[in-house]
């Protein structure tokens, strides 16, 4: 049974996944992982990716809604950055 574990963020921005949770959950040595943020819960979920990538991340994006704009969603981001760095440097 795997339990919940802290662990530490180098420098780097590096993290170390234990041992037992890698073989557990089939992470390999030089091996990739997919990185899937949600923002709004302040996570990340980290998956190992066993197959190709392709076959991996297939099917990824079918919960998402069609009638939305990415573009117009990273333009919204964007500008929100942007008055952000503003005002930091004020």
Do not use: H, N, Y
Not at 20 to 48: H, N, Q, S, T, W
Not at 73 to 83: A, I, N, P, T, V
Request: with cysteine.
């Amino acid at each position: 049974m795997l339990f919940p574990k802290v662990v530490d963020v180098s420098k780097k921005g590096q993290i170390l996944i234990p041992v037992g949770m890698r073989k557990a959950l089939g992470f390999r040595p030089k091996g990739k992982v997919f990185l899937l943020p949600f923002e709004e819960e302040d996570k990340i979920e980290v998956k190992p990716i066993k197959k190709s990538l392709v076959e991996e991340l297939c099917g990824v994006f079918a919960g998402v809604d069609k009638k939305s704009s990415w573009t117009k969603e990273l333009l919204e981001e964007r500008r929100r950055d942007l008055k952000k760095e503003e005002k930091d440097f004020s």
